[in-house]
């Protein structure tokens, strides 16, 4: 059984990343599943530390925007999911040139919070990261 409560497709989830940080760093969503959601982004300049590897911060990009998305796609009609904390352990580099692979899934789906999981995976299968994100769940202003 579905998770979802509003809309969940491909087409529809990337077309909220146009022009926004999402879209500029090139990330795609390539699967919504029943209870989770698949991405990829490269790894090229825009995402690279100054060592020629994925910068950090890009990885919580990829994880925020996946768990803070797949957050809002579980709400009714005048509800929102607000980011309160998320975390991040890198575990192994990943070069320049590569693309990364991330799924994103709930371990907790409250009335008032969330918390969502997404692994990011080195082309080779490796874990990269692993990111939690809680976010609060509001009424919709205005």
Request: aromatic share 4%; with cysteine.
């Amino acid at each position: 059984m579905s998770i979802w409560r509003r809309p969940a497709e491909v087409a529809g989830i990337e077309a909220r990343f146009a022009g926004s940080l999402p879209g500029l760093f090139g990330i795609r969503i390539l699967e919504v599943g029943a209870d989770f959601i698949r991405a990829e982004m490269p790894v090229d300049e825009r995402h690279a530390q100054p060592f020629g590897i994925l910068h950090g911060g890009a990885s919580v990009v990829l994880a925020e925007t996946l768990g803070s998305m797949a957050s809002n796609l579980t709400l009714e009609d005048g509800r929102v999911a607000v980011g309160l904390e998320v975390n991040a352990n890198h575990i192994a580099s990943v070069p320049k040139g590569e693309t990364v692979s991330a799924m994103c899934r709930p371990l907790h789906l409250g009335r008032t919070t969330q918390v969502w999981q997404t692994e990011i995976h080195r082309a080779d299968g490796r874990l990269a990261c692993v990111s939690r994100l809680t976010t609060a769940v509001v009424d919709r202003r205005g």
